[in-house]
Every structure is written in structure tokens, then in C-alpha cells.
């Protein structure tokens, strides 16, 4: 068959064209996800806990300099870990506000 049949051929039948089309596009997502292939997206931020999502909202006029070095102090301080720091400093924060 030459390429000039196939094509006349596929453009009589291009609801059958698509549909094979589709079949084939879910049966490769449906291989990757059994296989466990993934893509690394570019240019996304590493997953943050929700203490550190809070911690970021709470002290957003800061620059990301000054957070670190707060949550570094409070870690020194109360000799905690970076979860325990944030949480300690949102917990300041909010006793401050409170006091107005």
C-alpha cells in the first residue's frame, strides 16, 4: 500500500483514527503509572509541611535570609529542631499580636 492509500483511507475513517489515537494516549499513562514512571518537573518547589507553609505566611514581609536566621534563633533558644523553631516563633508572634 503507498502512503497516498493510507492517507485516503485514514481520512475516511477519522473517527476510528481519533478514537485509536485516544485508546493509545490511555494505554501509555495507564503503563507509566504501573511502571512508576514519572517526570521531574522543572522549576517546582520541594513539598513544604504545613507548619512550614504557615511559618512562611506568618513572616512573609521577612526576606528568606531573615526567616532562616529567626528560625535558627529559636531553634538555639529552646534547643528544638526547624518544625519545633517555626512553630515556636508563629506561637510568639501571635501572643504579641494578642497583647495589642
Given at each position: 500500500?503507498e502512503?497516498?492509500q493510507?492517507?485516503a483511507?485514514a481520512?475516511g ?7 485509536a489515537?485516544v485508546?493509545?494516549?490511555v494505554?501509555?499513562?495507564?503503563f507509566m503509572?504501573i511502571?512508576?514512571?514519572r517526570?521531574?518537573?522543572r522549576?517546582?518547589a ?6 512550614e507553609?504557615r ?7 521577612m526576606?528568606e535570609d ?7 534563633y ?13 512553630r515556636?516563633?508563629?506561637e510568639?508572634r501571635a501572643?504579641?499580636?494578642g497583647?495589642?
Amino acid at each position: 500500500m503507498e502512503l497516498e492509500q493510507i492517507l485516503a483511507t485514514a481520512r475516511g475513517n477519522m473517527g476510528t483514527v481519533m478514537l485509536a489515537v485516544v485508546a493509545l494516549a490511555v494505554l501509555a499513562a495507564l503503563f507509566m503509572t504501573i511502571s512508576g514512571v514519572r517526570f521531574k518537573r522543572r522549576g517546582t518547589a520541594p513539598r513544604l509541611s504545613t507548619d512550614e507553609l504557615r511559618f512562611r505566611n506568618v513572616f512573609a514581609m521577612m526576606s528568606e535570609d531573615r526567616r532562616q536566621s529567626l528560625i535558627s534563633y529559636y531553634s538555639q533558644k529552646h534547643g528544638c529542631g526547624r518544625e519545633e523553631a517555626m512553630r515556636r516563633a508563629i506561637e510568639d508572634r501571635a501572643r504579641d499580636e494578642g497583647r495589642w
